[in-house]
């Protein structure tokens, strides 16, 4: 049985269908996950973004003009919400620095200095980590959440992987080549 296209879920969502809305939900769950993290620094918040995320989208759902688009509209809803929850936890200070990635006790250095790399990229190449590296996610399935072409994205990655590279070898984790 073929997968049914985005498009198809959503024109039956639309229609009252609820598994179709279901249906997008699963596809897409572990994409907004890594897209919040990207953002909040942390798994456990970025899980309920994705989830407050599907909440904003199923009431947004008539709004969506290009039912084809779905998986970029829904990451853009999911990066809101996980602005918004940034703004909120800054302003009740209730975490302290949401730009890291979240430091359990039993995690050795190495784990800490690569985290402080992730930390020190910009949101939009910290979300291609995350979106590759994290969630495993293809170029092809990447362009379609992120709304670029799959060359811009492995330009980015790559950028992204040079910044790490220099973090990690100003931190002297990686040896310097002559």
């Known amino acids: 049985m073929a997968e049914r296209s985005d498009s198809s879920l959503v024109e039956d969502a639309l229609n009252g269908d ?4 279901t249906e997008l939900c699963r596809r897409y769950y572990p994409a907004m996950v890594a897209i919040a993290h990207s953002i909040l620094g942390d ?21 969506l003009k290009n039912t084809n688009r779905f998986a970029y509209w ?5 990066r809101n919400v996980a602005r918004d929850m940034t703004r909120t936890a800054e302003k009740l200070n209730t975490v302290q620095d949401l730009s890291m990635v979240a ?3 039993d995690q050795d250095e190495l784990t800490d200095v690569v985290r402080g790399a992730i930390g020190e990229l910009s949101v939009a190449a ?4 995350y979106l590759r590296y ?3 996610m293809s170029y092809h399935q990447m362009s379609a959440v992120l709304g670029i072409s799959e ?15 220099a973090y990690l070898r100003r931190n002297g984790i990686v040896e310097v080549r002559s």
């Open 74 to 78: 829904l990451a853009a809803i999911c």
């Open 126 to 129: 910290r979300e291609l980590v």
């Open 103 to 105: 430091v359990e006790s």
């Open 134 to 136: 994290y969630d495993g």
């Open 18 to 21: 609820g598994d179709s809305f």
């Open 151 to 165: 060359q811009a994205i492995n330009g980015r990655l790559r950028r992204a992987k040079k910044k790490i590279a």
């Open 43 to 63: 798994r456990h918040l970025g899980e309920d973004a994705a989830q407050q995320t599907f909440a904003n989208a199923v009431h947004k759902l008539p709004q």
